[in-house]
């Protein structure tokens, strides 16, 4: 499991080298949150990628890119035979981008996500601290939050991975997700504590920038 969610993160980092989209990674940048392609660009530059490897991914990002825009314009295949071909594609890619690092650069990038996903539950443990105390929640609803939350990463992973599914489908299946998770959360609330949430929405100090004054005089 370690080793095939790497491949995952080594596949999407080598493709941020180059600062140019490939069509197919579109749904991507709808699915994936900044912080993580950020992530993903510092783990590069900590890897020290020579000129030539650099190089190398470049090409391989080209010759990927190549071969899905050939692929899109095959219109004389049945669905399933073109999922099948992007698929394959896609594997392809992967295994050739994994060969691009080291070992020793591998084993770093396994180390960098491990710490990275430590601080994000960190972060998400002080959060869930922050809001028990401000809406003085019961240990209980704090507990169905976070079960919800779990769930619902656990959906949205299974709806990226699924093959079978058009950028389309991943889509809207996602925003329905979001919709039902966020109609089960309003649910795990009594109404006092929903009053209080749209309260400090409405007091939460925005950043503004403060136009200096001109001196009339």
Known sequence: MKKI???AVIVSMALAVNAQTIPDRKMDKTFHHQDMRKGHRMDLQKLNLTDAQKAQFKAQREDFKNKMAALKKEDNITVKEWRTKMQALRQENKTKTESIFTPEQKDQLKKMQAERQQKRKEMMQKKGEKMKKALNLTDAQSKQLKDQREATQKQMKAIKENDQMTPAQKKEAIQQ???????????????????????????KPQDKKVKPQTDKS
């Not at 997700?177 to 007091?203: C, G, P, V, W």
């Open 177 to 203: 997700l979001m919709k039902s998770s966020h109609e089960k959360r309003k649910s795990i609330f009594t109404e006092e504590q929903k009053q209080k949430m749209k309260d400090m929405r409405q007091h």
């Open 5 to 7: 969610f790497l491949s």
